[in-house]
Nanobody, 130 residues
Framework: QVQLQKSGPGLVKPSQTLSLTCTVS??????????WSWIRQPPGKGLEWMGA???????YYRPSLKSRTSISRDTSKNQFTLQLSSVTPEDTAVYYC??????????????????????WGQGTQVTVSS
């Protein structure tokens, strides 16, 4: 299973950095061949893929968010972390971590496409407000 753990407050002020950590149970994040992804859903909107880190450590980002997004991992703790800087109220969303087999994904221009996620974290609400 995939479990999402929030490393910072659920309420973040504009211009600050959002930080979330996902702890993976039942398998190593370095095990071939999986991508570990961050996905969010703003209120009233659809799911939006943000980025991922592969078993190899390679990272992939949504082009529109790349400049503000950093995904890293701590293999000793079997977890990966999302950092989203310079947040605005538009970043208010439920944030999910999820796993996708590499074979279900296509890498195009530094981003993954067409992934089929087989495990999801429960999600956590993050609100950006002053």
């Amino acid at each position: 299973q995939v479990q999402l753990q929030k490393s910072g407050p659920g309420l973040v002020k504009p211009s600050q950095t959002l930080s979330l950590t996902c702890t993976v149970s039942g398998g190593s994040i370095t095990t071939n061949y999986y991508y570990w992804s961050w996905i969010r859903q703003p209120p009233g909107k659809g799911l939006e893929w943000m980025g991922a880190i592969a078993y190899s450590g390679s990272t992939y980002y949504r082009p529109s968010l790349k400049s503000r997004t950093s995904i890293s991992r701590d293999t000793s703790k079997n977890q990966f972390t999302l950092q989203l800087s310079s947040v605005t109220p538009e970043d208010t969303a439920v944030y999910y971590c999820a796993r996708a087999p590499e074979k279900s994904c296509t890498v195009v221009a530094g981003a993954t496409r067409g992934c089929e996620y087989d495990y999801w974290g429960q999600g956590t609400q993050v609100t950006v407000s002053s």
